[in-house]
């Protein structure tokens, strides 16, 4: 079991950054991997960016090149830079951890991007 505490959403022009974080009530070297999700209203969610235990990491075609998901292992947390944001970026952003198959989730942060 694991609880996921994210923050740093809010609001931002387009073109604007935000960081968000995950912090994770374990030692996030036991998790296979985190991720960050988000659903926009009448979507689906969908996978952003994601990081695996071993430190790999995957990117929505959408984002490569402007998000950066890394994480710090001292502070068990796991961040999404969001640089050159857009206003299809804006929805509510989850945290994800992975463990023996079972996913577990933050309550969500929203991001909302003006144009």
């Known amino acids: 079991q694991v609880q996921l505490v994210e923050s740093g959403g809010g609001l931002v022009q387009a073109g604007g950054s935000l960081r968000l974080s995950c912090a994770a009530s374990?030692?996030?070297?036991?998790?296979?991997?985190m991720g960050w999700y988000r659903q926009a209203p009448g979507k689906q969610r969908e996978l952003v960016a994601a990081i695996t235990s071993g430190g790999s990491t995957n990117y929505a075609d959408s984002v490569k090149g402007r998000f950066t998901i890394s994480r710090s292992i001292v502070k068990n947390t796991v961040y999404l830079q969001m640089n050159s944001l857009k206003p299809e970026d804006t929805a509510v952003y989850y945290c994800?951890?992975?463990?023996?198959?079972?996913?577990?989730w933050g309550q969500g942060t929203q991001v909302t991007v003006s144009s």
């Open positions: 994800n951890a992975d463990i023996d198959t079972m996913a577990h």
């Open positions: 374990r030692n996030i070297l036991t998790i296979n991997a």
